[in-house]
């Protein structure tokens, strides 16, 4: 009995590290007028929302440790001929910010790296 207390309190006094995305809202300042913002609507899909183009994506997201790894699908425009973009973004989760450290897009079936600028993303909210 002593041992299965010992082994109990042990495994209570571990930190807990994991932290669930799910129902949360985190945002980004883009210019002083402007912010995007990210909502993880359950443990597998999210909406990426820019207001300084008005314009919303959505995808699933990957979480493996503290690497958040968004995928996404950008609907056809005009503007780029109704061609579909596939973009993925990865995130570095740390003291509930989100740190971009990569951003991609399929091109030619194969994953190529984008420039970007170097963005956090603040935890809001958790319904």
Same mark, same amino acid.
């Given at each position: =009995?002593? !041992?299965? !207390?010992?082994?109990? #309190?042990? @495994?209570?006094? @571990?930190? !807990? ?7 949360? &809202? ?5 210019? %002083?007028?402007? *912010?995007? *913002?990210?909502? #993880? ?5 999210? @909406?990426?929302?820019? %207001?300084? $183009?008005?314009? *919303?994506? &959505?995808?699933?997201?990957? =979480?493996?440790?503290?690497? !958040? ?24 989760? %740390?003291?509930?910010? @989100?740190?971009? $450290? ?13 420039? #970007?600028?170097?963005?956090? #993303?603040?935890?809001? %909210?958790?319904?």
């Amino acid at each position: =009995m002593k !041992v299965i !207390v010992n082994i109990l #309190f042990i @495994l209570l006094a @571990l930190p !807990v590290t994991a932290i669930k995305l799910e129902k949360s &809202k985190w945002i980004c300042r883009v210019s %002083s007028s402007a *912010t995007d *913002t990210i909502i #993880f609507i359950n443990n597998r899909h999210f @909406l990426y929302y820019s %207001s300084e $183009i008005d314009f *919303t994506t &959505k995808g699933y997201y990957i =979480m493996r440790g503290n690497i !958040v790894q968004l995928i996404e699908k950008d609907d056809s425009h005009d503007e780029d001929n109704k061609k579909n973009g596939y973009y993925r973004d990865s995130f570095k989760l %740390s003291n509930n910010k @989100l740190y971009l $450290i990569c951003s991609e897009e399929l091109v030619n079936k194969k994953w190529r790296k984008l420039r #970007f600028k170097h963005i956090i #993303f603040y935890k809001l %909210s958790c319904k």
